[in-house]
């Protein structure tokens, strides 16, 4: 009989994996690959994710993993935004073509590319990456030289959504807010890129469920954007053990992924916008209660910043600065009245926050909590 998992039970399976149950010692590129990715539309919000997760970690470590090619910027995981490892990077998004041609298909581009020649123009915009990397805006514009009655926006979203293409540093580096040149990135990579396969969607079922697990199968095609899960689930079921959640849903896991006693304790976190963890399961009732979803997923596109208490959302918070002498709070805003230690706990998270996003700018540092709403 199938072993019931509380929703305690999932959340700190599920802290624990994404390393915010206890902060750990890893390079960014280890920490990331462990991850299964990070969210990056933005550029800092990445930064601040592994600050929440790795002991002692530096800005500088992660701006140098970019540098040095060992962590990538592109378009992966639900055709988004994503620092991933280089070698994931490579075997990944072969996977994941279907998803950004789903999402090319069902964008504003579809109708101005209607009747082109795709082949000829991911031909054109390849041989023109090939010559030198090239920004979104160069790039359409280039192609709108040839295919003179197309849109160059049009035929720029083309391109990026049928070639892997990576954002060059310093594109996605800390405050870096640029447009990014884009180069292909088996050219970016060089030789090394020749030696890896494309994964399966088998091995991504696994890596997901390592990152995000115990998860149904609903959960693997948020966080992807691919179908198809559940023949994958059945290849894989000899493999995996199954559990059952408090709605009655199954869910698959590895059998010896941590999944800790639903007692235990989780620290104060300040989770960064955008977070892996709040976008990688259909429900989300794990880490956040549907009441508070309209205060964290904004009407304009943007998931805010989160503050976990007891390992759940109770919270949002931002950083705001001050142009003239460079003074700079972290804004808490507690969606309930928060015990005096739970609040304490979060207000010491959130000085050593502005400590780490502020490093160097001198001003003053403060924290306010705002009245719950």
Not at 303 to 316: H, I, K, W
């Amino acid at each position: 009989m199938a072993v019931v998992l509380s929703q305690r039970a999932l959340n700190r399976a599920t802290l624990a994996r994404q390393m915010l149950l206890e902060r750990r010692k890893a390079a960014p590129a280890q920490a990331i690959e462990k991850l299964a990715g990070l969210q990056a539309q933005a550029p800092n919000p990445p930064y601040i994710g592994l600050w929440s997760r790795l002991e002692g970690f530096r800005r500088e470590q992660l701006t140098e993993a970019l540098k040095q090619r060992r962590v990538v910027r592109m378009s992966a995981m639900r055709a988004t935004l994503h620092l991933m490892a280089a070698s994931d990077a490579l075997a990944w998004r072969p996977l994941l073509e279907p998803v950004h041609q789903r999402g090319l298909k069902g964008s504003s581009h579809a109708r101005a590319l209607e009747g082109i020649d795709r082949a000829a123009v991911v031909e054109a915009g390849l041989a023109l990456l090939r010559e030198a990397p090239l920004t979104s805006a160069e790039l359409g514009q280039a192609l709108a030289a040839r295919f003179e009655d197309r849109e160059p926006a049009s035929l720029a979203a083309l391109i990026r959504n049928s070639v892997p293409l990576v954002h060059l540093p310093p594109a996605g580096s800390w405050n870096a807010h640029q447009s990014a040149r884009l180069q292909p990135i088996a050219q970016w990579l060089g030789e090394p890129a020749a030696d890896i396969a494309p994964a399966t969607q088998d091995a991504l079922l696994l890596r997901y469920l390592a990152a995000f697990g115990p998860a149904t199968l609903a959960d693997a095609g948020a966080w992807s954007g691919l179908t198809g899960w559940r023949a994958v689930a059945e290849r894989l079921r000899p493999q995996l053990r199954s559990f059952i959640g408090e709605q009655g849903q199954e869910l698959f896991d590895l059998p010896r992924a941590p999944r800790p006693d639903p007692g235990t304790p989780a620290p104060p976190r300040l989770v960064a916008e955008w977070d892996n963890l709040l976008l990688s399961h259909a429900d989300r009732s794990r880490v956040m209660s549907e009441a508070h979803r309209a205060r964290v997923f904004t009407a304009n596109g943007i998931v805010r910043g989160t503050v976990l208490l007891d390992g759940f959302v109770a919270g949002v918070w931002k950083i705001e600065r001050a142009a003239k002498n460079n003074a700079a709070a972290v804004v808490l805003e507690p969606f309930t009245r928060w015990p005096k230690a739970g609040r304490l706990g979060v207000e010491e998270e959130a000085l050593r926050l502005l400590a780490f996003a502020a490093d160097g700018e001198g001003g003053r540092h403060e924290v306010r909590v705002l009245s719950p709403a």
